[in-house]
């Protein structure tokens, strides 16, 4: 009883860390792609909204998040952008933002 107790504890460990990890790699993604496209990052932060167990490109098993963002392009509106991860790696990030409203 002992070991499953402790099983169960390590692997709840091991899953919030990954999260932890998992959030600061969207914060940075996130974050590079405001500077390359001259926007605001608002909150500086991300917030999980979807959380499943997806196949890798190689066929391995693996925990995907879905983060969302807000950005803003003037300082006044507010703007949506996501960006899905598995384990530390991009997905996919995608940005609401028309190219020619940033000229």
């Known amino acids: 009883m ?3 107790f402790i099983s169960l504890l390590l692997a709840a460990l091991a899953f919030w860390w990954y999260g932890t990890v998992s959030r600061e790699t969207a914060i940075r993604f996130a974050r590079e792609a ?3 496209l001259q926007v605001q ?5 991300v917030s999980l ?3 499943r167990l997806q196949r890798t490109n190689r066929g391995h098993m693996g925990i995907a998040r879905w983060y969302t963002f807000e950005f803003s392009a003037s300082g ?3 703007r949506f952008g996501s960006v899905s991860l598995i384990g530390d790696k991009l997905l996919d990030m995608h940005l609401d933002v ?3 409203e940033l000229s």
Not at 41 to 45: A, P, S
């Open 2 to 4: 002992e070991i499953l």
């Open 41 to 45: 990052l608002l909150d500086e932060t």
């Open 34 to 36: 405001c500077k390359r």
């Open 98 to 100: 028309d190219v020619e």
């Open 49 to 51: 909204t979807k959380l």
């Open 76 to 78: 006044i509106d507010r």
